[in-house]
């Protein structure tokens, strides 16, 4: 089993639309929780950290649910600039060994 | 401040051959962390280095090995080089909570 799973997708959705994806992961003593951005060919871009009381950025709402060991990411009103591929990331320690998830692709059509 | 750059960007090898890819973390950051990202997959941890040592490495053969200088600059040595080996080598560098990727070395194996 992975560490962190995540549906590949692609989302293919209209612009306007709202959007969310799901991540789940295995071991409870993860500490830290990250969704990170990575457009085609370019590296990962921290898109916001997670948090267990939920915390937003503008359209994007991420959420931790720690007794299910699932991650959240919520995108309203999506823009064409949103497509990417956007994976979900957990860290055990302080060490900042990040493990990532396959990543999941959103497409934003016009 | 040029963030973290890593060179060459691209690189073709033969089966057999060695590699050296090079990183230079962001100004003032002393920790670098090497990430192996295969086509369609998420980042995998090679290993950390601090104060010129390996801290944390992940489940990478020993033909993987590394060097932290005391510019913090690092290089990511890979030997006897397999088919496998072919994806995006990804270095980071840290800066509290957020870890920052350089734009990565693609390497393909012929």
């Known amino acids: 089993r992975k560490e962190v799973e995540q549906d590949p997708g692609p989302f293919n959705v209209p612009e306007g639309a709202t959007v969310a994806f799901n991540c789940t992961y295995s071991n409870s003593a993860s500490q830290s929780f990250f969704w990170y951005r990575q457009d085609c060919r370019k590296e990962p871009k921290l898109l916001m950290s997670v948090y267990s009381s939920g915390n937003e950025d503008g359209r994007f709402t991420a959420q931790l649910n720690r007794a299910s060991q699932y991650i959240s990411l919520l995108i309203r009103d999506s823009k064409l600039s949103d497509s990417a591929t956007y994976l979900c990331v957990v860290r055990m320690d302080s060490s900042y060994k990040l493990i990532f998830g396959s990543g999941t692709r959103l497409l934003v059509r016009p | 401040d040029a963030g973290v750059t890593q060179s060459p960007t691209h690189l073709i090898k033969t089966r057999g051959q060695q590699v050296t890819l090079r990183c230079s973390p962001k100004?003032?950051?002393?920790?670098v962390s090497w990430y192996q990202q295969a086509l369609g997959q998420g980042p995998q941890f090679i290993f950390q280095y601090y104060e010129e040592e390996e801290r944390q490495r992940g489940n990478f053969p020993d033909r993987f090995s590394g060097h932290q200088f005391p510019n913090y600059s690092s290089e990511l040595n890979v030997n006897a080089l397999l088919l496998g080996d072919s994806a995006l080598y990804l270095c980071?560098?840290?800066?509290?909570?957020?870890?920052?990727f350089g734009p990565g070395t693609r390497l393909t194996v012929l």
């Open positions: 980071a560098s840290k800066e509290g909570n957020e870890q920052f």
């Open positions: 100004s003032g950051h002393d920790t």
